[in-house]
């Protein structure tokens, strides 16, 4: 959140003399005003900062706030971050100043307001976006089950395109938030806060501050919440396709959820460490803690999480060649999930069919596929899913060599690939090349080879083999008989 970041980095060292002399010449009921603004890292619009002074005791009117404001940014004790003449924030140096003096309860009162505040504004949205029928929440959640309103609220958002902007703004408020109790010493709220927006914050560009809040919950936190801070981490890892990194801290997860009997969130690690041994190409050490993770959510009926392990049981089996399996696998997940009206899900199973098909020189069969599958993404805003959809189409086509059409795909997947800096763009390089190889365009397609190797030694190192024989296979057709 562009927000959350420092906006002043002037030092006790380098803050000019007179700042506390500028403060100083203000009406006492302004640097009183001004203190209370010392735990607010958010800039606010003037409204904003009247509600929480509100919240805080002091009600000022519309024209004493724009008073106090108007001094405050004269002075250089507020400032507008960006040029923005709609919003305030105390300078950091300021801030040191006004919280001179302040003791520990002082302090604590302060945050208590602050977390009230963002509470009050999570609440007053989710109740005019939703009434009870409605509310994302599962139903029976409270006004107290904060990350279960937070959870749904984000979800839904994240799969509405349009409501990108209101999404971007419930994700910087939630960081605000759970600030907030953090600071108030309530670390367990603030985790559940961390879980239900760090796969979102990464998703919109702000990774290294989800791995942030993840590995500051790891330290503080215990027991089952610390296993899923630690489960958290190690996912948004292997999301970037850091697997040495991510696969400890999965071991260290499954000890800590285990030692606690918590099982349900066991699965759910160890179906990603079977990822993680996938994408490393040791099949067989996947197919082993994925079956693990199936069983388990089987014993303990978890229909959702089952279905999920079906899917990824299915991409083991294709890697595998049983694809007998693996279609039976692909078919229980996306019964389900059509049952379920899981959309996305479904789109995920479907593009794991399209592949398999193509897979199996059955392009026709998973053309269908991929294309409810990019329906589906499109609606739901899901980019991964329609880059990889859109990428099957094309491969599809060169099965069928269309290659205009292949063509087009392709690079609309790479566009997309690009777009997001996901790493998986060495994959469609990789389908470029095939796509010049078909078409008898050997020096072309070993270029492409070559331009997808380094992702895929670095990335996906499971695949670079058959990249590196792609590489000799168009360079040894070229050489002159």
């Given at each position: 959140?562009?927000?959350?970041q420092?906006?002043?980095?002037?030092?006790?060292?380098?803050?000019?003399?007179?700042?506390?002399?500028?403060?100083?010449?203000?009406?006492h009921?302004?640097?009183?005003?001004?203190?209370?603004?010392?735990?607010i890292?958010?800039?606010?619009?003037?409204?904003?900062?009247?509600?929480?002074?509100?919240?805080?005791?002091l009600?000022?009117?519309?024209?004493q706030?724009?008073?106090?404001?108007?001094?405050?940014?004269?002075?250089?004790?507020?400032?507008?971050?960006?040029?923005?003449?709609?919003?305030c924030?105390?300078?950091?140096?300021?801030r040191?100043?006004?919280?001179?003096?302040?003791?520990?309860?002082?302090?604590?009162?302060?945050?208590?307001?602050?977390?009230?505040f963002?509470?009050?504004?999570?609440?007053a949205?989710?109740?005019?976006?939703?009434?009870?029928?409605?509310?994302?929440?599962?139903?029976?959640?409270?006004?107290?089950?904060?990350?279960?309103?937070?959870?749904?609220?984000?979800?839904?958002?994240?799969?509405?395109?349009?409501?990108?902007e209101?999404?971007?703004?419930?994700?910087?408020?939630?960081?605000?938030?759970?600030?907030?109790?953090?600071?108030?010493?309530q670390?367990?709220?603030?985790?559940?806060?961390t879980?239900?927006?760090?796969?979102a914050?990464?998703?919109?560009?702000?990774?290294?501050?989800?791995?942030?809040?993840?590995?500051?919950?790891?330290?503080?936190?215990?027991?089952?919440?610390?296993?899923?801070?630690?489960?958290?981490?190690a996912?948004?890892?292997?999301?970037d396709?850091?697997?040495?990194?991510?696969?400890?801290?999965?071991?260290r997860?499954?000890?800590?959820?285990l030692?606690?009997?918590?099982?349900?969130?066991l699965?759910?690690?160890?179906?990603?460490?079977?990822?993680v041994?996938?994408?490393?190409?040791?099949?067989l050490?996947?197919?082993?803690?994925?079956?693990?993770?199936?069983?388990?959510?089987t014993?303990?009926?978890?229909?959702?999480?089952?279905?999920?392990?079906?899917?990824?049981?299915?991409?083991?089996?294709?890697?595998?060649?049983?694809?007998?399996?693996?279609?039976?696998?692909?078919?229980?997940?996306?019964?389900?999930?059509?049952?379920?009206?899981?959309?996305?899900?479904?789109?995920?199973?479907?593009?794991?069919?399209?592949?398999?098909?193509?897979v199996?020189?059955?392009?026709?069969?998973?053309?269908p596929?991929?294309?409810?599958?990019?329906?589906?993404?499109?609606?739901?805003?899901d980019?991964?899913?329609?880059?990889g959809?859109?990428?099957?189409?094309?491969?599809?086509?060169?099965?069928?060599?269309?290659?205009?059409?292949?063509?087009?795909?392709?690079?609309?997947?790479?566009?997309?690939?690009?777009?997001?800096?996901d790493?998986?763009?060495?994959?469609?390089?990789?389908?470029?090349?095939?796509?010049?190889?078909?078409?008898?365009e050997?020096?072309?397609?070993?270029?492409?080879?070559h331009?997808?190797?380094?992702?895929?030694?670095?990335?996906?190192?499971?695949?670079?083999?058959?990249?590196?024989?792609?590489?000799?296979?168009?360079?040894?057709?070229?050489?002159?008989?």
């Open positions: 959140m562009a927000g959350a420092p906006l002043d980095t002037s030092t006790s060292a380098s803050r000019p003399t007179a700042l506390r002399a500028e403060i100083e010449i203000l009406p009921e302004q640097q009183h005003a001004l203190t209370h603004l010392v735990v890292n958010e800039p606010l619009a003037t409204d904003g900062v009247a509600a929480y002074l509100e919240l805080c005791g009600g000022l009117s519309a024209e706030t724009a008073e106090l404001i108007g001094a405050g940014l004269a002075r250089g004790i507020l400032i507008a971050p960006n040029d923005d003449a709609l919003l924030v105390l300078a950091l140096a300021a040191d100043e006004l919280a001179r003096g302040l003791t520990p309860g002082q302090r604590r009162q302060m945050h208590a307001h602050a977390e009230r963002y509470r009050q504004q999570f609440l949205l989710s109740g005019a976006l939703w009434d009870g029928e409605d509310n994302p929440a599962p139903a029976g959640t409270t006004e107290d089950d904060v990350a279960a309103h937070l959870r749904g609220l984000v979800d839904v958002l994240a799969h509405l395109p349009q409501a990108a209101l999404h971007r703004w419930v994700l910087a408020k939630a960081v605000y938030w759970q600030e907030q109790l953090f600071a108030l010493g670390q367990h709220e603030a985790a559940e806060i879980d239900a927006i760090c796969f914050l990464a998703r919109n560009g702000y990774r290294d501050l989800a791995l942030d809040l993840l590995a500051r919950n790891a330290q503080a936190l215990e027991g089952v919440r610390q296993g899923w801070a630690v489960h958290n981490l996912t948004l890892l292997r999301e396709q850091q697997h040495k990194a991510a696969l400890p801290l999965y071991r997860a499954a000890v800590l959820l030692r606690e009997r918590a099982y349900l969130p699965a759910g690690v160890l179906s990603e460490m079977s990822n041994h996938r994408d490393r190409g040791r099949l050490a996947a197919l082993l803690l994925q079956s693990l993770s199936s069983g388990l959510r014993l303990l009926r978890d229909e959702k999480g089952k279905a999920i392990c079906n899917n990824q049981l299915s991409i083991l089996y294709r890697s595998l060649r049983l694809y007998p399996l693996a279609l039976w696998q692909s078919r229980a997940a996306e019964s389900y999930f059509r049952s379920a009206e899981d959309q996305v899900n479904l789109a995920k199973v479907l593009l794991t069919q399209g592949n398999l098909y193509n199996m020189r059955r392009p026709r069969v998973a053309l596929r991929f294309e409810e599958s990019l329906a589906i993404s499109r609606q739901s805003g980019q991964p899913i329609v880059a959809a859109t990428s099957g189409l094309g491969r599809a086509c060169i099965q069928l060599r269309d290659f205009a059409r292949a063509q087009a795909l392709l690079e609309e997947a790479i566009a997309l690939r690009q777009q997001r800096g790493h998986l763009i060495g994959v469609e390089y990789e389908n470029m090349g095939r796509l010049y190889e078909a078409r008898g050997r020096a072309v397609a070993n270029n492409w080879y331009k997808a190797l380094p992702y895929l030694e670095k990335y996906l190192p499971a695949y670079a083999p058959g990249c590196r024989r792609s590489i000799e296979r168009t360079a040894r057709r070229r050489r002159p008989r």
